[in-house]
């Protein structure tokens, strides 16, 4: 009875934030984004990050997938290694912050493959560089 509670609690917490409430679809995402051929992860976009993991209440119960992007500039190798530091660089701010339990955080790297945005624009490749943090509820 106390987890019931306690999950309908997190639930009616996440769903005044404006977090997703339907099974199987995300309860937040954060972009964060990169200049072109980086995966440093600036101040401000360090800060945007930490400030949106302190914003999540009771973070320890959702699973994290972090999905690396670049735009297409440069092979594919290339662009396969970037996304792979991207993700890696991603992680390792995630995890700086005491509430992120390395085991819940899942990495998946895909270069220059299903870009959202338009790559043929320099705004497009702009967005397409990025790695989003995407939160499921876990329990």
Known sequence: MKSLLLSI???LSINSLGFAQ???EPSAIKSVYFRGGSFYVDREQNKELQHFLDSIPHLHNFLITV???TDNV???EY???LSKMRGESVVDKLISNDKVK???????DFGLFNPIYDNSTREG???NRRVDIILWLAI
Do not use: V
């Open 22 to 24: 339907r099974f199987g």
């Open 9 to 11: 609690a997190i639930l």
């Open 125 to 127: 490749r702009r967005k």
């Open 79 to 81: 662009n396969e290694w």
């Open 74 to 76: 440069g092979g594919k």
């Open 102 to 108: 390395p085991e819940s955080i899942e990495i998946r």
């Open 67 to 69: 999905h690396s992007h």
